[in-house]
């Protein structure tokens, strides 16, 4: 079996993954949201419904909620660390 592939958007505080193959559509990700980032994709999921993908790269506040609600694990949150003042 080979590995799922993620799709990925660089965004301003982190790395979205978004892993099609796993993702049934059912938005609690999107309904979870709370700077509503989250929007439907182009890409279909498994079952041909949408996948998700964040709609800008400033929104997100990386706060992980959409990854720890997926009941498929079909989100991956990668944080980056953050620039120091100088």
């Not at 979205?16 to 700077?35: A, D, N, R, S, W």
């Not at 994709?41 to 079952?47: A, I, Q």
């Not at 609600?69 to 990668?78: G, L, T, Y």
Request: aromatic share 6%; charged share 30%.
């Amino acid at each position: 079996m080979s590995e799922p592939k993620a799709t990925s958007y660089e965004m301003e505080r982190a790395n979205f993954h978004i892993f099609p193959e796993y993702c049934k559509g059912c938005g609690l990700c999107k309904e979870k949201c709370p700077t509503d980032v989250i929007v439907w994709s182009e890409k279909l999921g498994v079952y041909g419904t949408p996948a998700v993908k964040p709609k800008d790269e400033d929104s997100c506040i990386a706060c992980m909620i959409c990854e720890m609600v997926c009941p498929d694990c079909a989100i991956s949150i990668e944080k980056k660390a953050k620039k120091k003042a100088v």
